[in-house]
């Protein structure tokens, strides 16, 4: 709020002039940028080298009507009335694009109009220093503006934003009044939703985590959203995040902002986006992204304005709808939907955009100081993807075949990097104490060489050296940042490659800065528990709330059977698939419809099918391939219909071991022939010590729990409604140890069964 109950915008430095100061193409030939490690250590670099005086970090903010712009100049020198904005880069400075320079210079004018009103200065000299990572050296560019000049350049930027600030402004105050008059989508809760929401609001009202272990079925997405929002505007949240980690449960976020949107009593004006890969949502995958390559990238900025304010309109912005607005103004969709994330109001997306190292959506909320809340759906998955996200490798392979493609220029750059490559591990693996610093020499070396050649002669690199060339900056990058949370490996593979791992343990002490930032974060799945595993490998607060949502299932709904006679060990699968074959035709015959059969692994999983066919030839069958596509994936999901009937083999832990919805007769069983455990190899091996040394659960923490959330996951497939009836096999012996047993839901009635040793 402003002065005398005025409302006021309240606009970062940075995102003022990016909005008005942008002009041209969009260009990424620049790049990389240095790490933010680098970058802080760049500037500590210049600002080390100036004066006794001289002011860093200095915190400035000014009034133009409605908006209240505010910052942090990067220097000031009172002595010389300087101030400086300092930008560190790689390579040559000359070819950086024209409108990073402008958006510079924007920047730092406005600094030095804060500066002079804050200071009562008349007249003041400003520097643009570009500083180079890799040979420390400033480039210092400079001007003195007046006050009155620096006033008039400042008017300007700010009237040129003042009308979005104000359309803004308006949508923020509809949006919230909508919000606090929202009503439940449905006519009732399911069983267990209400309180799923009360659960999720609360945390909102306090502002702090919550783990919540709520099952299959209850409605998790509306149950999640729908408090969240519901709370946004007496809590004053900016945005809310909802995280999935497969593309089915987006698809389930959107479908549920729409049933949010559409069952309000009064319009409800929420911008939903949904964030998509790169990959998937680049319309010209050959070209480069610059403005001599790629035509959406020309005249980017130019056409952008006319782009944002009509992808204001849509209902939802998933990707169909940016594509079609990107392609209607002729700009790119992916970056369209980068830049509709500073003005919506729930934006889904995948794990990574808050979550990794270089996260968009966390920066954002860094740069702009948001209060948001995020949801994070199956929230078990986060363990295994986070360690991905803060992992890296290097094969030897990789740089041979970066090599043969590399130019003459680079090659001696590459040649250094395979002298220091580590010797063979005597046994095929070994663990390093830490990075080799040779290596990571060497690394360094030739990235700055690549950077400078794409300096030089921008365009493509050919796909190898360019996959090499990220793989090597990723992986130096993390190398900084290695501590005991992650170990180093050297393993050998297919007899001469090598590989070079910084393998990621224990993500805990990356994702707490994460959950730091967020307002509330609540993290749901029918499987998290035991909460202390989730709270120590994520690192949760302290203060994490933790609830079990009762099932609103019966225990006469799903008829669990412990099958205690057969083991499915490596040593003793050839002899299990006969009789695991023969008791699922008996199962198949006994009552006909839809099953799902899961198998630890494909090996093992056609030596069941094989045998299954062979023996039954007259039941419909169908597996999932090794190397599935979305095509493949939906084909084998079309087989599950209300009319259809036969059994589906997959792979644990896979595509269709969770995030699918078969209601009824879609799915009226499931035979699980695994406990998922990991295989027990050296890497895993070193992740159970890791965790015996960390929190005194190695094999749990390693094997049990990360196993068994995959089958109770395999396992929800089944029921999903309160009329679903259905039936599960857990075939395995060890299914019937108490300390597996305690891990099975609560609702569950399971009872042991035997079959016979050979098929009948």
């Not at 008005?20 to 500037?43: C, M, N, V, W, Y």
């Amino acid at each position: 709020m402003g002065g005398a109950g005025r409302v006021s915008y309240l606009v970062a430095v940075r995102a003022l002039c990016e909005f008005t100061a942008k002009q041209g193409d969009l260009d990424l030939r620049f790049t990389p940028s240095p790490s933010a490690q680098e970058g802080i250590a760049g500037h500590a670099v210049v600002t080390a080298r100036r004066g006794e005086r001289y002011q860093t970090e200095v915190s400035l903010s000014g009034q133009f009507g409605l908006l209240r712009v505010r910052g942090r100049a990067d220097g000031y020198d009172p002595d010389l009335r300087l101030v400086e904005e300092i930008k560190t880069y790689r390579g040559d400075l000359d070819s950086m694009p024209d409108n990073h320079r402008h958006l510079h210079w924007a920047q730092v004018r406005v600094y030095a109009h804060l500066l002079c009103e804050q200071l009562g200065l008349d007249q003041i000299d400003l520097a643009l220093v570009y500083f180079e990572i890799g040979s420390q050296r400033e480039t210092v560019l400079r001007e003195t503006q007046t006050a009155a000049t620096l006033a008039a350049l400042f008017a300007d930027q700010c009237g040129r934003f003042i009308a979005w600030a104000e359309q803004e402004l308006a949508h923020r105050s509809a949006r919230d009044l909508a919000l606090a008059a929202l009503r439940f989508p449905h006519t009732a809760f399911r069983p267990g939703q209400r309180d799923l929401a009360e659960t999720i609001f609360n945390a909102n009202r306090s502002g702090r985590c919550v783990m919540a272990q709520a099952p299959t079925g209850i409605g998790k997405t509306v149950g999640t959203l729908f408090p969240v929002l519901k709370a946004a505007p007496g809590h004053g949240l900016d945005k809310v995040f909802f995280l999935a980690a497969k593309t089915p449960g987006r698809r389930l976020a959107l479908d549920a902002a729409l049933t949010v949107k559409r069952g309000a009593a009064q319009a409800l004006p929420l911008r939903v986006l949904e964030l998509v890969a790169r990959d998937k949502a680049c319309e010209h995958p050959d070209l480069a992204c610059h403005g001599d390559s790629c035509p959406l990238a020309k005249g980017f900025y130019d056409r952008l304005p006319a782009a944002r304010q009509a992808a204001l309109g849509a209902e939802v912005l998933d990707r169909a709808a940016l594509r079609e607005i990107a392609l209607a103004h002729n700009i790119c969709p992916y970056y369209l939907g980068s830049e509709m994330a500073r003005w919506s109001d729930l934006i889904v997306g995948d794990y990574n955009y808050y979550f990794d190292l270089g996260a968009m959506l966390h920066g954002l909320t860094q740069a702009n100081q948001w209060r948001v809340s995020v949801l994070v759906d199956e929230a078990h998955n986060l363990v295994a993807r986070a360690r991905m996200m803060y992992s890296a490798e290097l094969a030897q392979g990789a740089l041979r075949a970066a090599r043969a493609a590399a130019p003459p220029a680079l090659k001696k750059a590459l040649d250094r990097v395979k002298r220091a490559w580590p010797a063979p591990p005597a046994h095929a693996y070994q663990v390093l104490a830490a990075p080799p610093e040779s290596l990571l020499g060497a690394l360094q070396t030739a990235a700055s060489a690549i950077t400078d050649f794409l300096a030089e002669q921008p365009g493509q690199l050919e796909p190898a050296l360019q996959r090499f060339y990220f793989d090597a900056l990723h992986f130096t990058l993390l190398s900084e940042l290695f501590g005991a949370h992650s170990l180093c490996d050297l393993r050998l593979q297919d007899g001469s490659d090598l590989t070079l791992c910084i393998r990621n343990i224990v993500p805990a002490p990356f994702l707490q800065p994460r959950f730091a930032a967020a307002h509330a974060v609540a993290l749901f799945s029918a499987t998290l528990g035991p909460w202390q595993y989730y709270s120590d490998a994520l690192g949760l607060p302290a203060d994490t709330a933790w609830v079990d949502i009762a099932s609103p299932f019966r225990a006469d709904q799903l008829a669990v059977h412990v099958v205690s006679n057969i083991s499915t060990r490596f040593q003793q699968r050839a002899r299990s698939a006969a009789p695991i074959a023969a008791l699922m035709a008996r199962q198949y015959l006994a009552a006909p419809g839809n099953y799902l059969a899961f198998f630890s692994s494909f090996d093992y999983l056609e030596q069941v099918a094989d045998e299954f066919a062979r023996r039954h030839p007259d039941i419909p069958a169908w597996r999932q391939p090794r190397r599935m596509s979305e095509a493949e994936r939906d084909d084998f999901l079309g087989h599950y219909t209300l009319d259809s009937r036969g059994i589906g083999f997959a792979v644990l832990g896979g595509a269709f071991g969770e995030g699918i919805d078969l209601p009824g007769a879609r799915l009226i069983g499931a035979f699980i022939a695994t406990l998922g455990l990991p295989q027990i190899n050296p890497v895993n091996e070193q992740i159970r010590q890791r965790m015996q040394d960390s929190f005194g659960a190695g094999y749990d923490y390693a094997y049990l729990y990360p196993g068994m959330q995959k089958v109770v996951q395999a396992a929800g497939r089944v029921i999903r409604t309160e009329t679903d009836r259905g039936v599960v096999y857990l075939i395995d012996d060890r299914f019937d140890q108490p300390q597996v047993r305690e891990l099975l839901p609560r609702w569950w009635q399971v009872d042991r069964i035997g079959v016979s040793p050979s098929a009948s």
